[in-house]
């Protein structure tokens, strides 16, 4: 405005001298008037610099508090808030014995913190992380790691946008046990006797090793824990090995000699510890490897519903729990 205002008055003084007749004034006001236009113009580039730079500063503060601002209603937004009042829900698939016996003990502890826990019993090992992958649950808890690990390599072959399934907490060991069939005792066993197994991997591996270890048949050094029923060198008494789904193990042992059962088949198919031959022991390798744990989708191991559920399935309250209630046949790990 001052720029405007110093023009204005320039422009008239010189018209006045030119009205009056005054040429060598007139000559000498049109320098003057020339040289203030200049001095104006460069002002005007002086301040309109400091203007550009202003606003630009002005921008970039604003851009940078509104992207502030932006980054954190984005968090809250996707920040879970609940409370014992506005709770949420957590759906997790599990086993029926031991796993969702064990789940019901946390469920009135979780509620207090705002969290109702439902269970949703699976019969199988593969609907429960399919679930959990396509997003049906929140998570699972029915398997061990080498299980878990083996499941995901295989569906990423299949599926390159398999979303990782991880561990989040590891709660109990449940030791694989021959079960008596048709037959009372290992002893007994005869020439061609039928043995049935899991045919998953891990699973068979185990009852392998467990096999071996009581001395009816031996495997290829150095297999361990990978071990199929093509690694087996030396079976004297020709056993025939039947395989089959983990869960119809436990389920056709009247049609076999004896059976070797996962610890949660057996539970649930009313085997006892009078019906074992044979049991993993606490310190095999197996119960290194093999403790089951809850699953949960990559990524999500540090929501708060899952801080709170793994406080509350290692509770001092959970450990007695399982001690009391199954007498060995499924051991905490925490």
Same mark, same amino acid.
């Given at each position: 405005?001052?720029?405007?205002?110093?023009?204005?008055?320039?422009? +008239? =003084?010189?018209?006045?001298?030119?009205?009056?007749?005054?040429?060598?004034?007139?000559?000498?006001?049109?320098?003057?008037?020339?040289?203030?236009?200049?001095?104006?113009?460069?002002?005007? !580039?002086?301040?309109?610099? #400091?203007?550009?730079?202003?606003?630009?500063?002005?921008?970039?503060?604003?851009?940078?508090?509104?992207?502030?601002?932006?980054?954190?209603?984005?968090?809250?937004?996707?920040?879970?808030?609940?409370?014992?009042?506005?709770?949420?829900?957590?759906?997790?698939?599990?086993?029926?014995?031991?796993?969702?016996?064990?789940?019901?003990?946390? #469920?009135?502890?979780?509620?207090? !913190?705002?969290?109702?826990?439902?269970?949703?019993?699976?019969?199988?090992?593969?609907?429960?992380?399919?679930?959990?992958?396509?997003?049906? =649950?929140?998570?699972?808890?029915?398997?061990?790691?080498?299980?878990?690990?083996?499941?995901?390599?295989?569906? !990423?072959?299949?599926?390159?946008?398999?979303?990782?399934?991880?561990?989040?907490?590891?709660?109990?060991?449940?030791?694989?046990?021959?079960?008596?069939?048709?037959?009372?005792?290992?002893?007994?066993? #005869?020439?061609?006797?039928? /043995?049935?197994?899991?045919?998953?991997?891990?699973?068979?591996?185990?009852? +392998?090793?467990?096999?071996?270890?009581?001395? +009816?048949?031996?495997?290829?050094?150095?297999?361990?824990?990978?071990?199929?029923?093509?690694? /087996?060198?030396?079976?004297?008494? #020709?056993?025939?090995?039947?395989?089959?789904?983990?869960?119809?193990?436990?389920?056709? /042992?009247?049609?076999?000699? /004896?059976?070797?059962?996962?610890?949660?088949?057996?539970?649930?198919?009313?085997?006892?510890?009078?019906?074992?031959?044979?049991?993993?022991?606490?310190?095999?390798?197996?119960?290194?490897?093999?403790?089951?744990?809850?699953?949960?989708?990559?990524?999500?191991?540090?929501?708060?519903?899952?801080?709170? =559920?793994?406080?509350?399935?290692?509770?001092?309250?959970?450990? !007695?729990?399982?001690?009391?209630?199954?007498?060995?046949?499924?051991?905490?790990?925490?």
């Amino acid at each position: 405005m001052k720029r405007i205002s110093i023009l204005i008055c320039s422009v +008239l =003084l010189l018209t006045a001298m030119v009205l009056s007749g005054c040429s060598t004034n007139t000559e000498k006001a049109t320098a003057t008037v020339k040289s203030t236009v200049e001095s104006v113009a460069t002002v005007s !580039k002086v301040e309109t610099a #400091k203007d550009t730079a202003s606003e630009a500063v002005t921008t970039e503060e604003t851009a940078a508090t509104g992207s502030a601002v932006t980054t954190e209603e984005t968090v809250k937004e996707t920040a879970v808030t609940f409370s014992k009042e506005n709770p949420i829900t957590l759906k997790i698939g599990a086993s029926p014995v031991p796993h969702a016996e064990i789940l019901a003990q946390i #469920k009135e502890p979780l509620a207090e !913190k705002g969290i109702n826990l439902e269970v949703v019993e699976f019969t199988d090992y593969i609907q429960p992380n399919i679930a959990l992958e396509d997003g049906s =649950l929140d998570a699972n808890f029915f398997q061990h790691f080498p299980y878990l690990d083996d499941f995901n390599k295989n569906q !990423k072959k299949e599926n390159a946008d398999w979303t990782t399934l991880v561990p989040l907490v590891y709660v109990h060991f449940e030791p694989m046990g021959i079960y008596k069939g048709k037959t009372a005792s290992l002893d007994a066993l #005869k020439e061609g006797a039928k /043995i049935a197994v899991p045919n998953d991997p891990t699973n068979e591996a185990r009852a +392998l090793l467990l096999l071996e270890a009581n001395g +009816l048949l031996k495997i290829a050094e150095g297999k361990g824990l990978e071990a199929t029923a093509k690694d /087996i060198v030396d079976n004297p008494k #020709k056993f025939e090995i039947v395989e089959l789904e983990a869960a119809q193990v436990a389920l056709s /042992i009247q049609d076999v000699d /004896i059976a070797v059962v996962n610890g949660n088949y057996a539970l649930s198919s009313g085997l006892t510890q009078a019906d074992i031959l044979a049991q993993e022991s606490s310190d095999s390798e197996a119960a290194k490897k093999y403790a089951n744990l809850v699953a949960v989708r990559e990524g999500e191991e540090d929501l708060p519903q899952f801080v709170l =559920l793994k406080e509350a399935i290692t509770s001092d309250a959970v450990k !007695k729990f399982i001690e009391e209630k199954y007498k060995g046949s499924v051991a905490p790990v925490f």
